[in-house]
């Protein structure tokens, strides 16, 4: 089987500035998906120490109270270390997540650090329990 199949695409975070006293989020959707990829995105920035106060995931029964997963907390005991901020190229953050594991919903969280920075973050769902959901949220992600 190709292994790009019974996959989505859904946009979580539109890439815009955000300030250094605000947090840019997103939530997803796993239902039907086994998988589901996190890619952050982070523009370059002035200083190498302006990388991202905040870069974590958290989870969710219901979309309303989210609670840490300590694995995807960046810069947290027993989370990831956050990478360096680049001064000459865009990043890309990849978080690898077995939904199965999971609660229905994940929050992705972006806080700038010193300065400003053009944040934005995508999600790619895999292992479609049922086809026709992966197709849904493949047209989802073109036409919203």
């Known amino acids: 089987m190709f292994p790009l199949q019974n996959t989505g695409s859904v946009a979580v975070i539109a890439p815009a500035s955000t300030a250094t006293n605000a947090t840019a989020a997103g939530v997803i959707d796993t ?12 523009d370059s920035a002035a200083s190498t120490s302006n990388n991202p106060v905040t870069l974590s995931l ?8 989210y609670s ?4 995807f907390t960046g810069d947290a005991t027993n989370g990831f270390t956050i ?5 000459a190229n ?7 997540v077995d939904a199965r594991a999971r609660k229905r919903y994940l929050k992705v ?3 700038p650090g010193t300065a400003a920075q053009i944040v934005g973050a995508v999600a790619v769902l895999g292992k ?3 086809t026709t959901a992966a ?6 992600s073109i036409t919203g």
Do not use: F
Request: aromatic letters at 2%; hydrophobic letters at 40%.
């Open 31 to 42: 239902l039907g998906y086994e998988e589901v990829k996190v890619c952050v995105l982070l």
């Open 58 to 65: 958290t989870e969710s029964d219901d979309a309303t109270t």
């Open 68 to 71: 840490a997963i300590s694995a």
């Open 83 to 87: 990478p360096n901020a680049d001064t």
């Open 90 to 96: 865009p990043q890309v953050v990849e978080m690898n």
């Open 109 to 111: 969280q972006i806080t």
């Open 128 to 130: 479609a329990k049922d």
């Open 135 to 140: 197709g849904a949220k493949a047209a989802e």
